[in-house]
């Protein structure tokens, strides 16, 4: 300890010297230190923030769009499963078979087995499409091309094969 | 030869799932066991193909019943094209084994109207111009179509047998038409079909059907047969077995008096509509349970139709109402004042539509006259003119005698001084032709 009563520990972290002399302001109306580095610094980091940030929330937009274009389609085949199998049908559905979709002259839908060449001269009602249907219970139109569900072959084809194997 | 109007499927059969025909086979097999009668004419006509050249188009409910007759059928020689009387009563693994066997089968469970007419069309109409020299039918519908719209393909048909009582009911209109163009048998009034299969075959399933589609305690129910011929016996019975209250309306003051002698109240539909609990019609008519009959009755009854047709019960007059599917077959019709009442198979055979129809035993009896009849026309159709004929009481008690030993019946012979006592030959016929049973 010295005679200002200022303690050893301290030598070299704090200023002894004159006020005017200190490297760091010790005024409360000092301006503050690299004032306009400062706030450059903060403004790149803002941007560089906002640039990540966004261009993460844009993934994540563009993922809420996805899902939510998704969603849609999902309930909208979903509406449309339904429509079809609320379709007047006395016979039981299997899953995996095609049907056929006819249109009677007073506008109501049926289900038939019989595919339009089937009928011979030509079907007695309106054809509309043919629907696959899939092992989830969902339809496949026929007209929908390449999207024609082949699961249930696949599912059959695997399960002959091991059946045969054990 | 008349243009097909139908176009040939390759493979040549149309039913609901083809992999159902192991399942049909195995079932096919069980019934065998229970179809002596098929079966003995099988053996008796093993390497002899008494139907050789038959090409027969038949029509009649595509059950595993059916299926045992249609392999009789070409084990005696025939070739066979299948279609169903019904649009609700084929059994889908029944005709997939058929269709599986190599016999063009044309039959789903669950056709609608166009779809009918399209599968009897086919068995009409084979590839490489197969044409029916036969007809089997139940109902008529094969015949009416041959006759009305073929009629130029009947010169080739040597005759047709008949199965049931509606069928046989319009061949014998058409003869006194005289628009009947084949020699037809009438299977039905064989004593071993009609005094067995509606009596002995709708005992078992009615209640079948009902039960499968409904789950109802028929005990302590009022239940209501309308009509008391074969088929209203055996129903009335079958009710009266599992302890209901039976009642029973006719018009014949003999049956009337017969189910009133059985203990049977005899009673009108008008009067009774509001107080049964299970209401089966099996007249053959038209409109016996009419819409204000189904105005009246109580919540939650059940209305059936065991008759060949759909027209006992007036459905198209329901129609306007709202119309709830529980399962198939079963529905609820809501009238306008909430009050429902469950009609079952849409007033189609109920045995059919909702169980599986007849038991095998009691089919092998009518199918075994059925074949017998196709014998007879095939070889014989020279000696019959265009009217209906019922089978000789000597095969008819032929049929009767193959289904015997399968349930153990011991049957005593009579002696020579006993047949000389009652004037019948020791192996029978044992009755003159107009005894009833």
């Known amino acids: 300890m010295d005679n200002n009563g ?81 379709i007047p049908c006395s016979f039981e559905k299997k899953p995996g078979k095609l049907y056929h979709l006819y249109r009677r002259a007073d506008a109501s839908p049926y289900f038939s087995l019989l595919a339009p060449a089937e009928w011979g001269t030509q079907p007695p009602h309106q054809y509309v499409d043919s629907y696959t249907l899939n092992g989830d219970m969902s339809w496949t139109a026929s007209s929908d091309g390449d999207s024609k569900d082949d699961t249930h072959e696949l599912v059959r084809r695997l399960l002959a094969f091991s059946s045969t194997e054990i | 030869m008349t243009q097909s109007p139908v176009k040939n499927l390759d493979p040549d059969y149309k039913v609901a799932d083809i992999s159902l025909a192991d399942w049909g086979r195995k079932e096919v097999a069980i019934a065998e066991t229970e179809m002596p009668g098929l079966m003995a004419l099988r053996e008796e006509y093993k390497g002899k193909n008494p139907l050789k050249g038959a ?109 049931t009582t509606t069928g046989v009911h319009r061949l014998y209109e058409m003869m006194k038409a005289g628009s009947l163009k084949v020699p037809a048998i009438n299977v039905n009034d064989s004593v071993t079909k009609s005094k067995f299969d509606n009596l002995y075959g709708c005992r078992e ?25 074969d088929v209203g016996k055996g129903c009335a019975q079958a009710f009266r077995g599992m302890g209901a209250t039976v009642w029973v309306t006719e018009i014949d003051p003999i049956c009337a008096l017969q189910a009133a ?51 006992e019960i007036d459905i198209a007059a329901l129609r306007k109402y709202k119309w709830e599917n529980i399962k198939p077959q079963v529905d609820h019709v809501i009238f306008p004042d909430g009050k429902k009442i ?45 009217e209906v004929y019922v089978l000789p009481k000597k095969l008819d008690e032929q049929v009767a005698r193959f289904h015997l030993k399968k349930i153990g019946v011991n049957l005593t012979t009579l002696t020579g001084d006993q047949a000389k006592y009652i004037s019948v030959p020791v192996e029978g016929p044992y009755k003159p032709d107009h005894y009833r049973y």
Not at chain 2, 264 to 276: N, T
Request: glycine share 8%.
């Open chain 1, 6 to 86: 200022k303690s050893d520990k301290y030598k070299g972290d704090v200023h002894g010297g004159a006020e005017h002399a200190a490297p760091y302001p010790l005024s409360r109306l000092a301006p503050q230190i690299g004032l306009i580095d400062l706030a450059r610094e903060i403004t790149q980091a803002d941007k560089v923030i906002n640039v990540r940030v966004s261009a993460k929330l844009q993934v994540l937009v563009d993922q809420i769009r996805v899902l939510q274009d998704e969603a849609r389609a999902v309930l909208n085949a979903a509406a449309r499963d339904q429509e079809l199998h609320q």
């Open chain 2, 55 to 163: 090409r027969i188009a038949g029509c009649l409910h595509m059950t595993i019943q059916t299926a045992v007759l249609m392999e009789t059928l070409v084990e005696l020689g025939a070739e066979v094209r299948w279609s169903s009387c019904n649009i609700f009563s084929t059994q889908d693994q029944a005709a997939a084994a058929m269709a599986a066997a190599g016999i063009p089968t044309f039959a789903w469970k669950g056709e609608n109207e166009e779809e009918f007419w399209w599968c009897i069309e086919q068995t009409i109409f084979g590839p490489n111009n197969w044409r029916p020299n036969m007809i089997l039918d139940d109902g008529g519908d094969l015949t009416q179509i041959m006759h009305e719209k073929y009629p130029e393909l009947l010169k080739e048909v040597r005759g047709l047998s008949e199965e």
């Open chain 2, 205 to 229: 399933s009615l209640i079948d059907g009902i039960k499968r589609a409904t789950d109802v305690m028929i005990a302590g129910k009022i239940c209501i047969v309308l009509g008391y011929g």
């Open chain 2, 261 to 311: 002698m059985e203990g049977y109240r005899v009673v009108r539909m008008d009067e009774v509509a509001d107080q049964g609990d299970i209401f089966v019609t099996t007249t053959g008519n038209i409109k016996v349970i009419t819409h204000d009959h189904m105005l009246k009755m109580k919540d939650e009854a059940i209305v059936c139709n065991i008759g060949h047709f759909d027209s």
């Open chain 2, 342 to 386: 469950i009609v079952l198979a849409e007033g189609r055979l109920v045995n059919l539509g909702c169980a599986t129809g007849h038991p095998s035993f009691v089919m092998s009896a009518s199918f075994t006259n059925q074949v017998m009849a196709q014998i007879e026309l095939w070889k014989n159709s020279k000696n019959y003119k265009n």
